[in-house]
């Protein structure tokens, strides 16, 4: 390497640490705004899926009224805050006079918050891994329903969390048998059965249902017996 390149490299990775540094302050500011407006609402359930689900899309219906339900039963609603799935869910919140929460992130293409916000409970985010800590803190549930990418880190983040303990056992709930369940049979045949990746226990952390009084039922017995509280 010659000292004109050997030059460069480093004062861009000098560059590059005194950004983290200030980068850091920023992080510290989404965790405390996330914290303090979360904390006043109370108990509510994470519902996520695709921002691609157009409405009149039968899981658009359907992420409608489980919303719709689970606002009834009490339960605020917290979502990604951008259209498709997300807006479907808020959409449900505040149709029954619930709590509709969006978690709205800050992406190359301008993710713009659903006019089905509350005004109050509208967050941003830059930050993807401190939208994942404010989900998964205060969410008393997480519905699971048909989305991509971003729906599947969303589930595996959850499932590990439930799985290692370092949250209380909380309902996970897929939804949609048709779309989930060649992932299940493919995590019980060859994660569990060929590779013995997971524990046979770890199954039983996730609920498959295809309808919305499944859905709510499921989260009205399992709150009989289990405490409302934030997650860690």
């Known amino acids: 390497m010659n000292d004109r390149l050997k030059n460069l490299k480093e004062r861009d990775w000098t560059e590059t640490r005194a950004h983290s540094s200030w980068q850091i302050f920023k992080i510290m500011a989404e965790f405390v705004d996330g914290f303090e407006s979360l904390a006043k609402i109370g108990p509510c359930i994470s519902i996520f899926g695709s921002a691609r689900t157009k409405p009149g899309n039968r899981y658009y219906d359907l992420a409608e009224e489980i919303a719709f339900r689970l606002s ?31 978690a709205n992130i800050t992406l190359p293409h301008e993710q713009n918050p659903n006019p089905f916000i ?34 599947m880190d969303e589930f595996f983040e959850v499932a ?21 369940s ?39 017995v399992f709150y009989t017996t289990n405490k409302l509280r934030p997650n860690f």
Do not use: C
């Open 182 to 220: 060649g992932l299940l049979d493919w995590i019980r045949n060859t994660m569990l059965e060929k590779e013995h990746n997971i524990g046979p226990d770890d199954l039983g952390l996730l609920q498959l249902f295809d309808t919305a009084d499944e859905v709510v039922e499921y989260f009205r």
């Open 72 to 102: 009834e039963e009490g339960f605020g609603i917290i979502t990604g805050g951008g259209p498709g799935v997300m807006e479907a869910s808020n959409k449900g919140a505040q149709r029954a006079g619930g709590k509709s929460v969006g």
């Open 160 to 180: 590990t969390l439930i799985q290692t303990r370092k949250m209380e056992e909380t309902p996970m709930v897929l939804v949609g048998r048709e779309y989930w």
């Open 118 to 151: 509350d005004n109050d409970k509208r967050l941003n985010f830059d930050y993807f891994f401190v939208r994942k800590v404010m989900f998964t803190k205060y969410s008393q549930g997480f519905v699971m329903m048909p989305g991509g990418f971003g729906t």
